[in-house]
């Protein structure tokens, strides 16, 4: 029964404190809630709204709540609504009235506001952590298989050689601007709403730089009706995580290919592979499929907040409440995900003979060969044209072009020459050699800046 009926002269049906009740996933938020409301109490007793042994009791009320709830003791009621209303009625059993003074000076509405942005600050130190336990098993596979080559793909057709390092370092570059999102998201999480009240602010005289001080926030929201309706900090969050899941699912994706027969590149780990119930031959990369399948909830939780927030009216509505369960669903779908993929990628075997089979198939060194020519004063246009037919005609033979006479070249070109054999992988993977390029050189280089990326700011 909530404490807050004395307007009404029925008591709530059981169907409506069962529709608005959100203690069964708000309760989570209870660190926070408890850490705020200490931080509130003692502040009050420094401005005089409270005596110094009224807070002591509270603060010393609410640390023994916390020890209940830790140790799974807490009774949390429905019909007490949400977290904030449970603790405070608990509160009351426990020392009494005085315990009543803690709601002085607040509402709710401020209370859950920075109840979130204290859950979203801990939730974004987690989402960097992980980022970067994934990023460390991919630069560390990529360490050590520095010399393994593989297809590079356009229009998942063959195309170039580039070295798996490379590939592996192309994900790097994704996490670390998802990374880089989820700081943004924090400088505008990390403002403390608290002494907004229930919307217009407070009317007694409080201390906001002590409690901003206090609870560790960077700033101080500058508009009480902002403050107790914004929820652009978990929005940011959600579009940070689902641009993060989008990458994780291309890179489950890629583990999914080439962990197939067809491709070959890779083996998992037995631990991070699951078999099929019916074909005894089955090895599948269900942890894989899961984390490209999961990226779906993750865009679906970020539409359904936006869904929730368009057109409401200022300040608060009791709409916002649904901001919780999609969001903790996002913030857990995400981290269990980094940390399985990391998991996985630390464990998966390469097939080097496979890769390199690879290599040797579908005419990856064509553009070589018309840069070839192009060195030769063939303008590039023709030198594409030549190598196509060249391309064309050996395939037809059912050949490789190294295993062409230097007769069947000069068919196409009188340009080509003997020199034209030492058109190889390895020289095609060296001639890339730019910024951001796939020469081995440049490829060492990236890893140790990646490396130093890791070691120097580890999140
Ligand atoms: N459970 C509510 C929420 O999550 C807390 C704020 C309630 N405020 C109110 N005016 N009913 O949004």
New binding site residues.
Partial sequence: MSQIRGRFKKETSKLAEAYTA?VQF?KRLYPYDIAGSIVHARMMAKQGIVTEPEARTIVDGLNSIKEEIEQGKFKFKPEL??I?MNIESRLIEKVGEVGGKLHTAR???D??ALDLRLFTRDAIAGAIKGIRGLQNALITLAETNKGTVIPGYTHLQRAQPVLLAHHMLAYFEMLERDIHRFRCCRQRTDILPLGSG?LAGVSYEIDREFLAKELGFDRISENSLDAVSDRDFLLEYEAAASICMMHLSRLAEEIVLWSSVEFGFIELDDAYATGSSIMPQKKNPDVAELARGKTGRVYGNLMALLTTMKGLPLS?N?D??ED?EGFFDTVDTLLASLEIMAGMMSTVHIKAENTAQAVQQGYLLATDLADYLVKKAEPFRNAHDIVARLVSYASGQDKTLDMLSLEAYKQFSPLFEEDVYSITVESSLAARDNIGGTAPKRVEQALANARKTLEESPA
């Fill in positions: 959100s708000d609504e949400d904030h509402s709710r509405n209370q859950i229930a608060y009791r916002m409440q919780k």
